[in-house]
């Protein structure tokens, strides 16, 4: 008889978006005439930057001749692009990051999740509370949790976001094996300081534990005080693992590519104690389960550090960006209190009921769609998240519709 993977019986519903994408279907079926304005999910919808498109093209024309088809490429993603990446993105900000330590992927939401595969099924997690939900769920699935109980997974240990601590988590009061960490942050748009990052991990140094950095909405940030990368951080190499994409620095959320950096230095143990290398491991895990981002796309992802890619780039976010003023006015002006939106494309809006009737009420009321807070945990509870991606015409529609429900 096959038995299933029981710690999936555990998982709550289904996942957060497709939860939505459900409710939003239902209420257009019920409700035809209405047009519904989208600033749920976080996905892009500006077209790619012609940079990118002009070096996809002349991409997919190269593997349509003799001299220029390539068949499988290395797993890890071409020279050129992780040269790149280590170049623009990190020595050009002061971290050391060598092009070998970076992995080029499919995807930040697939690189999270799958992860933890290289970690014992003890490690004790630590994981914020609002969070993006595949942190959590790929550990109930991989059994590294109790049940589901007054709202959390047991054996996890929540860090609360709250505004009482400006939704930055404070440090464990116990030790911990691996803390995920997303900044700026999903979904509450908040930033961490570099001397608030330097506690978790100086944190993690001394508890032999490892941060995985979430950093796929950097390009948001503004502020020129903020960190971009964990390797900013002195010492960092050692214990943290970065995640980067370009879904939303340049509008690829459809065309898939992200990547993963795990610095040679950075280690986790053996039962006996003895430092293992992590950056083997996930090499060994890339090779065997992934084969590779196709050319074309890593060609794309490449444009983006040219000169015009990143000037165009500049131009996308500056347009959600301003998109997040418009939302973050509207919730000022209508009296509610609120985080992110200035380096980071959410707006966390404090709605003072529960999360779901404010979800539906701006559904039903103005047809706009965002996401509902206890969606990303318990803390969540009585937030919404209203996403900056959308056009601007549709955000000052979406924005004169809430003004009008809620006025
Ligand atoms: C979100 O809305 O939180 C993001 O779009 C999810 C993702 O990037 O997978």
Redesign the pocket.
Known sequence: MIHINEHYLKLQASYL?SDIARRVASFQEAHPDREVIKL????VTQPLPPACIKAFHAAVDEMGSRDGFRGYGPEQGYAFLREAIAREDFLARGAVVASDEIFVSDG??CDTGNIQELFGLDAKIAIPDPV?P?YLDTNVMAGRTGGFKDGRYEGIVYLDSTAANNYVPELPREPVDLIYLCFPN??TGSTISKEQLRRWVDFAREHKALILFDA?YEAFIRDPALPHSIYEIEGAREVAVEFRSF??SAGF?GTRCAYTVVPRDCMAYDRQGNRQPLHPLWNRRHCTKFNGVSYPVQRAAEAVYSPEGKAQCKELIDGYLANAALIAQAMRDLGYRFVGGDNAPYIWIDGRRDSWEFFDLLLDKAGVVC?PGAGFGKCGQGYIRI?AFNSRENVVRAMERIRAALA
């Open positions: 978006f749920g999910i976080g996905d930040a939401k993006y595949v999903n979904p796929a879904s939303k959320t996401t996403s």
